[in-house]
């Protein structure tokens, strides 16, 4: 009996009331042809809505109260500190476990949430924006092969903010790049490896492009690059799904809870140095380009620094604890604070 393949690529933060008016006039020709003859509508995601823990829902099973995750962060209220989760937090199976109890070859290729890799039968290539550029792949030496062959690392290293107008085409091409590499390093695994079920996901599609574009022209570039390896692919496969984790819209309002709950007398918070570094011009955005003069950066990052070094300096506008949980906790005054919040949107 002939094996039966399936393809899964996942699209974060896709959804159709973005890329609608794309398939009517004729910009994404694959998927308009995919949902002429499928099966196609919208999901509800999980509470909340989020990249992290939403791709692990989808694998497991399970909502983010089983898996006891719930977003980027986890608040530690008692040792007052905030753990970035990762792949081992999750203490669950996953679909490509179940479809190796039988047999079956599965290769996982820039999924968020999946760093460090586990052991499968097939192959695991973790993807940004939470895995390192090191330790990313399953099985090990198949690291340097990509490296050597595409430069393929899980997440671009842009040279600034988005927000910064100097480095927001560095940005731009760097996201696209990476979407274009996911799917390059997936094809490339797809014939040599030969796996029954492949599983693709592209973050980078979603962060940061449709995060600050939305349905500009750079966020409907990257789709047609998209639309066009669905096309180089779909005929591989017996069954093809896309999905999403979530999806998007544009914002009209920004609530800074922290800021709300010290105006209110909940939260009191102490003024750290990096606070300081940023009333003297050395913001987030200077230091990083001190340090990439300094040839440190790349450094800072692999024994993971970097970032931590941003959470403790605010910005070009000054935001720090407003809006980012990790760092407010560096700045309360636990003794008479009585509610903290975690940027969740």
């Known amino acids: 009996m002939r094996e039966i393949t399936m393809l899964v690529i996942g699209l974060d933060g896709a959804c159709w ?33 989020v990249t992290c823990p939403a791709w692990k829902c989808y694998s497991t099973g399970k909502n983010p109260g089983k898996l006891g995750v719930f977003w980027w962060e986890h608040l530690d209220l008692e040792k007052r500190r905030s753990i970035i989760p990762n792949s081992r937090m999750f203490d669950s199976r996953e679909i490509w476990d179940y479809l190796n109890d039988y047999g079956i070859k599965t290769g996982i290729v820039g999924m968020p949430t999946t760093y460090p890799p586990k052991r499968v039968y097939g192959f695991m ?17 198949l690291e340097n092969e990509l490296k050597e062959k595409f430069g393929y690392r899980p997440h671009p290293d842009y040279l600034g903010s988005i927000m910064d107008p100097k480095y927001r085409d560095d940005v731009i091409t760097k996201a696209i790049e990476q979407i274009k590499v996911t799917f390059e390093v997936a094809k490339y695994l797809y014939e040599k490896e030969k796996p029954q079920f492949l599983q693709i996901v592209t973050y980078h599609i979603n962060g940061p492009l449709q995060h600050f574009f939305y349905d500009g022209e750079e966020t409907k570039k990257a789709w047609r690059i998209v639309d066009g390896y669905i096309g180089d692919l779909r005929d591989k496969f017996d069954y093809v799904i896309l999905l999403s984790d979530h999806g ?13 709950l010290e105006k209110e007398g909940y939260l009191h918070r102490h003024k750290i140095l990096g606070e300081y570094l940023a009333d003297i011009g050395l913001n987030r955005d200077a230091i990083s380009s001190i340090l990439r003069k300094l040839k440190l950066h790349n450094l800072l990052k692999k024994i993971n620094i970097i970032q931590e070094i941003y959470r403790l300096i605010p910005d070009r506008d000054k935001s720090f604890g407003e809006k980012d949980g990790l760092s407010i906790l560096k700045k309360i005054d636990w003794k008479k604070t009585k509610v903290v919040g975690l940027p969740q949107g």
């Open 248 to 260: 998007t819209t544009p914002m009209i309002k920004h609530f800074y809870i922290n800021v709300w």
């Open 17 to 49: 009331s973005l890329i609608n008016p794309w398939i009517k006039d004729g910009s994404l020709p694959n998927i308009r042809k995919l949902r002429e003859y499928s099966v196609w509508g919208d999901l509800y995601s999980c509470i909340p809505p």
């Open 125 to 141: 290539v973790c993807g940004g924006p939470d895995a390192n550029d090191t330790g990313f792949t399953y099985p090990s030496e």
